[in-house]
Every structure is written in C-alpha cells, then in structure tokens.
C-alpha cells in the first residue's frame, strides 16, 4: 500500500465549478498534512496547511479526517489558472521535517 | 528574498556516464532535501542533511548515487554511472527546522535529467 494515495484524474471541469480531491494517508502517527501545487513543468509550492478542525483560504478548503486517515481539498468557482497538480502531502513521524508526497491529482479548468 | 537555486536546468547525457546537480538553498534554512521526481509520480526524497549531516539517506541509492554538503550551505548530488531509469527531474527544497514543528519546504526549479 502507497504510503500516500491520490485519485491521478485528470479531473476535467468548467469555469466556475467545485472540484474535490481525496487523498489517503497510511501511517496513523502522521501530524502534518499539506497540499502543494505543481504547475507544468515547475517547481512544487505550498498551497496549504490542513489542521484538525479544518480550514479555508479564499476558493480553498481543506479537511483532514484522522479516523479514517483521510484529507480532502474542495476548491470553489474554478478558474483557469488553478490548472495544475495538487500534491496532497504528510510528514513522516520521527523524521526531521520529511515529506511523504503523493502522485498528485491533476486538474485542467477550461473556459 | 532569493529562493532556491540550482543547476544546471537541464542535462542529457548516454548511460553509464557520471552528473552532477547544485543547488543552493534559501539564505539562514539549515535544512536541504534533495527529490526525485519521475514523471507522474511525486517527488521521492533521496537525502536529507541538517547543516552539513545527514539525518536521512534510507532511500538513496548509495551504489551510484551521491551527496555531500560542505559547508553546511550549497550541495551536490552526483550519479555515477547513470542508468535509464534515472531520467527524472531532480528537486533541491530547503526548510527551517524545528522537532516540533514542520516547516514549509521551498523547492527550486528543479534539473530535468535525460539519460539516453
């Protein structure tokens, strides 16, 4: 079992819709949960942080659901340029800073 | 402030040949992590130094593959021979540290090897 799991899509979808994405962690002692954007060809860089109680920043949500060990990014009024790759990621326990990055999930917005 | 920086951007070279990559991370992060990134997957991480020691090389392959940071700033990361399977891209992110807290990794733009 992959240590991070994510639907690849691509996931295809008009201006202005909602779009969600899961993921699934296997390690129950994992603290730190993150999304990171990769656009084509780029540099991955942090979206956002996902806490417990859950948080939004502007069009972005994110869950995190440590019973079932699961996290999800809800992305509102899709615009085209949140095309890209959404990494869902989460730090190994024990580990100095190390992040587990899954395959991430691909999502195209077109007009 | 200058972000990560590496080089060169690009590489191709024939199997069995040696590269090397080198970056050098945000200016103050003791932290550096050299990736892997094969395309469709996400990034691997290969090594892991905190100032100029290593904390985590488990998934290094340490036959061919090697890493040092001298001075606790810029590093490099060489393979020797190359084979096939090691067309990738390969990512330099540094970070600040703390046990208790994970930091924010910040990745550079990453050398796009080709190996022919």
């Known amino acids: 079992r992959k240590e991070v799991e994510q639907d690849p899509g691509p996931f295809n979808v008009p201006e202005g819709a909602t779009v969600a994405f899961n993921c699934t962690y296997s390690?129950?002692?994992?603290?730190?949960f993150f999304w990171y954007r990769q656009d084509c060809r780029k540099e991955p860089k942090l979206l956002m942080s996902?806490?417990?109680s859950g948080n939004e920043d502007g069009r972005f949500t994110a869950q995190l659901n440590r019973a079932s060990q699961y996290i999800s990014l809800l992305i509102r009024d899709s615009k085209l340029s949140d095309s890209a790759t959404y990494l869902c990621?989460?730090?190994?326990?024990?580990?100095?800073?190390?992040?587990?990055f899954g395959a991430g999930t691909r999502l195209a917005v077109h007009p | 402030e200058a972000g990560v920086a590496q080089s060169p951007r690009y590489k191709i070279i024939e199997k069995r040949q040696s590269v090397a990559f080198w970056c050098n991370p945000i200016?103050?992060?003791?932290?550096l992590y050299w990736y892997q990134q094969i395309l469709g997957q996400g990034p691997k991480l290969l090594i892991q130094?905190?100032?100029?020691?290593?904390?985590?090389d488990s998934q290094l392959p340490k036959d061919r593959f090697s890493a040092e940071r001298l001075k606790g700033v810029d590093s490099t990361l060489k393979i020797q021979p190359a084979k096939l399977e090691d067309s990738a891209v390969y990512l330099c992110?540094?970070?600040?540290?703390?046990?208790?807290?994970?930091?924010?990794?910040?990745f550079g733009p990453g050398t796009r090897l080709t190996v022919t």
């Open positions: 992110a540094s970070s600040l540290l703390r046990r208790t807290t994970t930091y924010e990794q910040y």
């Open positions: 390690n129950s002692a994992s603290q730190s």
């Open positions: 996902v806490y417990s």
């Open positions: 990621v989460v730090n190994a326990p024990g580990g100095y800073n190390k992040l587990i």
């Open positions: 200016s103050g992060h003791a932290t």
């Open positions: 130094f905190q100032n100029n020691g290593v904390v985590d």
